[in-house]
């Protein structure tokens, strides 16, 4: 199964950046599309960002022009880039991607565990 390290969640003042990192390992044949979600307290989890295995990407409204997500499908690490950060950014950002183990295998959604962005108000 796959396992995922994300880092760069951090404390940082509004305005500033910080560019978060999901890298993939174990059985991995393939990844196809990998996105952001993000999680505030007390409020439904929500999607930020998505790139497709070609690299078609996609944004929430409230993120767009501010936020841009990239990949490197050869080491199978995924980026989100956050600039001009607003204390509504503060969340637990979770990556996910779809995957699959083998050829001809299921496709499935994996998780990682999450890193905390704060932005003070």
């Known amino acids: 199964q796959v396992q995922f390290v994300e880092t760069g969640g951090d404390l940082v003042q509004p305005g500033g950046s910080l560019r978060l990192s999901c890298a993939a390992s174990?059985?991995?044949?393939?990844?196809?599309?990998m996105g952001w979600y993000r999680q505030a307290p007390g409020k439904q989890r929500e999607l930020v960002a998505t790139i497709t295995q070609d690299s078609s990407t996609s944004y929430a409204d409230n993120v767009k022009g501010r936020f841009t997500i990239s990949r490197d499908n050869a080491r199978s690490i995924q980026y989100l880039q956050m600039n001009s950060l607003e204390p509504e950014d503060t969340a637990v950002y979770y990556c996910?991607?779809?995957?699959?183990?083998?050829?001809?295998?299921?496709?499935?959604?994996?998780w990682g565990q999450g890193t905390q962005v704060a932005v003070p108000s």
């Open positions: 174990g059985s991995i044949f393939r990844i196809f599309t």
């Open positions: 996910v991607e779809d995957c699959v183990e083998t050829l001809g295998g299921t496709t499935y959604t994996a």
